[in-house]
């Protein structure tokens, strides 16, 4: 395993691994592509890694078209995924002024490790994970332009929420009691937000809201799948996953 110094990434590569990887965002940075064809030329510096979560998430995204729910990622980070999930709905439903998108995440790292769970096999710790200092405000923007080029970019469909899930997520909740999860993305690592997340969410998940989950059975986080079996419990629900990605999974309420 290697972690990364400077943003706490853990990375399971070999080292000619590492350095295809490196020197692919060297040529990235140094691209002497046009800025006006960079975007619709990022293929070229997408490795097969990076796309199976891309379409992880399209095949997954394809099994809420027809519920009714917003999307909610708990542990956002950068954003990618919030920025993958407008551009899917962009594709699959760029009508449904009811999908809403909404990030939760302190923007300053893991928070609430509990020593007796999470273990220390991942080698991070209380602030592991965390963005630079205002960050989510860049992550706005990018959400916004994402909106912008997609229809009904008049009426704003994402919402950041910033702070511990633990907290923010009730508070969020009495602000909008009409809330029902299509999908929630668990990716907050450790157990205790996770447990505290799932069972303030488990009143408004209905029969077809998918949960999906990065860390399920890792064991370099284990408390994501303690929390789980402390809340919603295994035996009932069918863990699923798709071959082009190895870590993360999924489940359909049935």
Known sequence: MHKTQQHDAIVLSNSSEKDASARLAQLLAEAPIPRDELLPNLGLFLTSKSLSRVLFFYEVYKQIVDTHGVIAEFGVRWGQTLSLMEALRGILEPFNRHRK???????????GFSAQVDGALSGTGEGSFSVPAGYEATLEQILSLQEALNPMSHIKRFELVKGDAAETLPAYLERHPETLFSMAILDMDIYRPTRAVLETIAPRLFRGSVLVFDELCDEYFPGETVALMETLGTR??????YPMTARVSYAVIE
Do not use: N, P, Y
């Not at 998108?101 to 928070?111: L, M, S, V």
């Open 101 to 111: 998108i909404i990030g939760f995440d302190t923007f300053e790292g893991a928070r």
């Open 236 to 241: 009932g629900l069918r863990l699923k996953r």
